[in-house]
């Protein structure tokens, strides 16, 4: 492996959490949607971010999510993603690359501000998230470095960079090359309104782009547009090499090489927040495929990196993953 | 009580906490002074934060903690200090107001950033500060609201304050005009290295402008440099109306009207991170004593507000300390 050769890129909106604890009252009286992401524009940011208790902000952006998580468990990894030349920019940057990340994207220096997702947790550990996209409506094919690119075993991209109208260029801009070298596609579709928003372009990128999809059980229904997760996963089969989908405590199913494996999730002793499971699960199959396991195994780091995701407040692992996996796996 | 009535106001650096895990590998190579508050400039920020592990960013300030605290307890509190009209001011602006306390001090517009301090949190739970001062070298006696200070029963200063110059003149304007409206004045030692930095001048303070003294047992001996708890224990008891000196696992004491009562410190199931234990101790005993408790009620209030915070990551209480109050005081 060369010096320039990693394991993963990401490719993702470039966001700057802002967690704050909530009670089911205030997700209502503030119309918020529940479980899911939604989009916002910078006066309800600035309405709801007054109307937020304390926060604490920690860099987030599911791409880079799962790009950090693929870092702790010892994987090389990199990251494009547009942060403005802003203190939020620089915090970004620096936990993404003090995370051990390759990232050089440059930054937007129009005065836009680096990219905010105010996320509730409410009691029962839900996270409800509202983004303000900021700098990241700048990404664009330019963006793309295709030497990164190339050099990565897999590209992996977030349905959520569909929103913003220029970052589905360099999308398909950086799927083209990784298929060029010779490399693989992964997708996570991120959220059921984001495929509802984008169904026929994610279905046309599935069907003719993507090498290996992520996305859990309502994302899937949504993109198929059946009501139960079997006819899910039997159209999924048929359009895509290999697919994790998960299913919460109901654990996950990876299909690939023509087997099907249903796994258990991982046990946690108590769900404190939910924000950053499936990022983390597709951190750990993806860092399992690129050391070169099983699928089924690669399922299983994956569970394990969920489950400590969930069992803290906050979206990117604080316990390094590599001794977490050695201590279940060896 | 007026609307203008207020149970505490705090003076101190308003600061904003970057907040890392470190093992003490790191703190050695990187010389810093273990358990301890360092000052340090933008250079050396800029190199330790370049060498720090990804971040969690949550506001601070040791005074700005125990204000927030007593709004947590359900006190009424305002707070007085210099953030910069930057995004990281914002944040500090944003989660002290939305945690009830009223923040109106005026932000510096010199292009000085808000202060930050990199606390390395390592696997024993203690916490190394390093702190950059930034706008908070601005605050000055200008900045001291004298309404807000003659309607508040109890004005709160920390000693950090007298790090930065002009600083120590905003404190003593506002022990002046305290005291002139029958108010009481206390004040934290805050850290034993800020004691040996300004001794003569906190001993003239101890002795001629404060009620209420707070220290834990360190900073009492640097204090009045002898070199064990009781000797320091009777100097403080010469001096001060009223005086809560913590000792870590080993409790506190509270000496006031003739008494001295012994607290045992509350339970904590696993100390996570020390950092705020002082801060949050003094906003127990604070909101105890404005709300008319006795001097041992305020002790074991001070203490249960101290354990929760040791309890989590992070210098400000997560759970309403109202409840936590009510179900161990009622």
């Known amino acids: 492996m060369s010096d320039r050769e990693i394991d993963v890129v990401g490719i993702g909106n470039a966001i700057v959490d802002v967690l704050s604890h909530a009670d089911e009252e205030f ?22 971010y007054a109307a937020m208790g304390p926060g604490v902000e920690v860099s987030g952006g599911s791409a880079a999510n ?27 940057r620096h936990d993404i690359r003090s995370a051990g990340v390759r990232f050089d994207t440059a930054a937007s220096v129009s005065g836009v501000p680096t990219a905010r997702c105010m996320i509730f947790v409410t009691p029962d550990a839900q996270r409800t998230m509202n983004t303000f996209l900021g700098a990241c409506l700048e990404l664009g094919p330019d963006d793309i470095d295709p030497d990164l690119v190339a050099h990565a075993k897999v590209t992996y991209l977030e349905g959520y960079l569909w929103d913003p109208p220029l970052a589905k260029q360099a999308f398909l801009k950086a799927a083209r ?15 059921p309104f984001c495929v509802e928003r984008h169904r026929a372009e994610f279905v046309d990128l599935v069907k003719n782009h993507v090498d290996i999809l992520f996305a859990n059980e309502h994302e899937v229904c949504a993109l198929w547009q059946v009501g139960d997760f079997d006819a899910a996963l039997q159209a999924t089969r048929g359009h895509c090499e290999i697919a994790a989908l998960t299913r919460s405590e109901k654990g996950s199913v990876v299909t690939g090489n023509g087997e099907v494996h249903v796994l258990d999730a991982a046990r946690v002793a108590k769900v404190v927040d939910t924000t950053g499971a499936g990022d ?6 993806l860092y399992g495929l690129t050391s070169g396991r099983g699928l089924y195994e690669c399922g299983r780091i994956a569970s394990l990196a969920a489950a400590e995701v969930i069992s803290h407040f906050g979206a990117r692992p604080e316990t390094p993953l590599t001794e977490l996996v050695l201590a279940e796996l060896g």
């Open 177 to 191: 090359i990784a298929h060029q070298a010779g490399r693989k596609v992964a997708l996570s579709l991120s959220d």
């Open 27 to 48: 997700v209502v009286a503030h119309g918020l949607a529940r479980g899911t992401m939604t989009l916002i524009d910078a006066p309800r940011a600035e309405a709801l």
């Open 280 to 285: 983390l699960y597709a951190a750990g199959f």
């Open 66 to 92: 799962t790009i950090a998580g693929i870092a702790s468990l010892g994987g090389k990894a990199g990251y494009i993603g547009k942060v403005s030349n802003d203190q939020i920019g620089g915090i970004f």
